[in-house]
């Protein structure tokens, strides 16, 4: 059952994350809604401007439809994950999302406020809610890049005159993560005091965390053993930081690199075990599955199991 995003932060906020998953084909959405389904926790299911352009937003959108059929049990939200002004405004038009992010936070301030007031103003006379993205986060992520120099912290004092200006409904905050698979490399954590700090200046505010995959070493280790090249180095959020900051308002908790890495990981030792064998859906059912039980362990983590 599709549900409007505000209700699961409003249910969700002090209490438990809500696993926003990042989908790009069919596997992925039967994968996530079937581990929701087996934990009957919520969920939001998110598109980003790539996957849109890689499927076409029909077909995605159909998808999307038909899961709800399929899994009526799982209720769950639909959101366009780092849209331009461009992406948001064909988002808003089509009437098939709860919410939509636009990320100006490449811009300068003064920027970032006038064009997140645009696109709220907007989505709000159709209903949809509206996240932003304030301070910069590192990594590569789809066709992101930003060079680690770059990255800055969000300010608490600027967060709270950047809600009230943009009228957005929830925020995505630059608190130590990044995109991709390198996320902690450097040993540096999650910048709790200042996540902290934020909720403080707005209570009961959603925040949103971004590039919050885990990325286990054992899966990296066995990409690696199948012929992948990743570097042992890769590092993804502390799971006890990520429950402290969940604590501190972080209702929203992105999760792309991990799904990457499973699909990886199963198609790389699928076809070194059977080289002889060319048949997608069998590699297509274990991926499925695994991604299945990843969903169900991280809902569990979040503690929004049997929160539907």
């Not at 636009?102 to 003064?110: F, N, Q, R, T």
Request: proline share 4%; with cysteine; glycine share 8%.
């Amino acid at each position: 059952m599709r549900v409007p995003i505000q209700e699961l932060y409003q249910q969700a906020y002090g209490n438990y994350g809500i696993g926003a998953f990042n989908v790009f084909n069919a596997e992925q959405v039967h994968g996530v809604f079937r581990g929701a389904s087996k934990v009957k926790s919520p969920i939001i299911i998110q598109l980003t401007p790539v996957a849109r352009d890689y499927m076409n937003p029909a077909m995605l959108e159909g998808i999307l439809n038909a899961a709800q059929n399929i899994y009526p049990d799982v209720s769950y939200t639909v959101h366009l994950d780092h849209g331009n002004y461009n992406h948001c405004m064909r988002a808003i038009e089509s009437g098939n999302y709860n919410s939509i992010m636009i990320d100006a936070s490449h811009e300068v301030y003064e920027e970032n406020i006038r064009i997140t007031r645009e696109v709220s103003d907007m989505a709000h006379r159709k209903g949809i809610a509206v996240e932003a993205e304030l301070g910069i986060l590192s990594g590569i992520e789809d066709d992101i890049s930003i060079d680690e120099k770059h990255a800055r912290y969000t300010n608490p004092q600027q967060a709270q005159e950047f809600v009230r200006r943009s009228g957005c409904d929830s925020l995505a905050i630059a608190v130590g993560t990044s995109h991709g698979a390198y996320k902690f490399s450097g040993g540096q954590g999650l910048q709790l005091a200042i996540i902290k700090e934020i909720q403080s200046l707005l209570p009961h505010f959603p925040l949103v965390l971004h590039g919050a995959s885990a990325v286990p070493l054992e899966e990296v280790r066995r990409i690696n053993l199948a012929g992948g090249e990743l570097k042992e180095d890769a590092k993804g959020a502390d799971a006890s930081e990520l429950l402290e900051a969940i604590s501190y308002g972080i209702c929203k908790v992105n999760i792309a690199t991990d799904m990457r890495l499973i699909w990886t990981r199963i198609h790389r030792e699928f076809f070194r075990n059977s080289p002889e064998l060319f048949d997608m859906v069998v590699p297509g059912k274990l991926y499925m599955s695994a991604l299945e039980d990843f969903v169900a362990q991280k809902c569990t983590f979040l503690k929004s199991a049997n929160q539907n």
